[in-house]
């Protein structure tokens, strides 16, 4: 019974180059929401997506970030052309539905250099 | 003024001790409230969720929320070193977008 789970746990990127951040929902879970976590920060909302649909992406910066979720396979957040400021940990959730319990995978660190 | 207040300390209790745990929040709309507790380059885990005003109790943890004053609180009692973590208070309105305190850092000492 595997909890969410994101793969890489830490991610090192030098500028300019891309991140790719995956994340595989909980069993029986359709709903994913990708928060990022800056130091000092609480966790911000970034996007909200079901399968093959973006739900809301307001909270994610309209450039260079993107998020996905397919019919098949994990959910991506990708970052192209990272700058330091993108240093964060990006943690995913996963819900059964719009209103219920989200619960969170362990993260991905992305360390910019 | 950000939406959700919350302490990040640090905290330090020794065993035994209750800890108090409180958030300020300013959008009236938030019906949900949630305590998660993050381990250390760990992802939040979920305590307690609670919806609308009122108190919830779950062994050796208490939540409280007053809509009135906007005001929420985690106790936990007999504090144990295993305790020793970051809470983060969350709430939503009736929607998804949960809105996150910046954590209150909080250790146990044995």
């Known amino acids: 019974n595997a909890g969410v789970m994101q793969n890489p746990r830490h991610l090192v990127r030098r500028r300019g180059q891309e991140a790719r951040l995956r994340c595989s929902p909980m069993?029986?879970?359709?709903?994913v929401y990708w928060y990022r976590q800056l130091p000092e920060e609480g966790l911000k909302f970034m996007v909200y997506?079901?399968?093959?649909?973006?739900?809301?992406e307001s909270g994610m910066p309209k450039e260079r970030f993107s998020a996905e979720f397919p019919k098949e396979g994990p959910s991506i957040l990708r970052i192209q052309q990272v700058v330091r400021g993108d240093s964060a940990a990006y943690f995913c959730?996963?819900?059964?539905?719009?209103?219920?319990?989200?619960?969170f995978g362990p993260g991905t660190r992305l360390l910019v250099l | 003024q950000k939406e959700v207040e919350q302490d990040p300390g640090p905290l330090s209790v020794p065993e035994g001790a209750i800890v108090s745990l409180n958030c300020t929040y300013s959008?009236?709309?938030?019906?949900?409230f949630m305590w998660y507790r993050q381990y250390s380059r760990k992802g939040p885990e979920l305590l307690m969720y609670t919806y609308s005003s009122g108190n919830k109790e779950d062994g050796r943890f208490t939540a409280q929320v007053d809509k009135s004053s906007k005001y929420i609180s985690l106790f936990i009692r007999d504090s144990q070193p295993s305790d020793s973590a970051t809470y983060l208070c969350a709430m939503k309105n009736n929607d998804y977008k949960l809105s996150f305190g910046a954590g209150t850092t909080v250790t146990v000492r044995a």
């Open positions: 997506l079901q399968k093959e649909n973006i739900i809301d």
């Open positions: 069993k029986g879970h359709s709903h």
């Open positions: 959730a996963s819900s059964t539905g719009l209103q219920e319990t989200q619960y």
């Open positions: 959008n009236s709309a938030f019906q949900y």
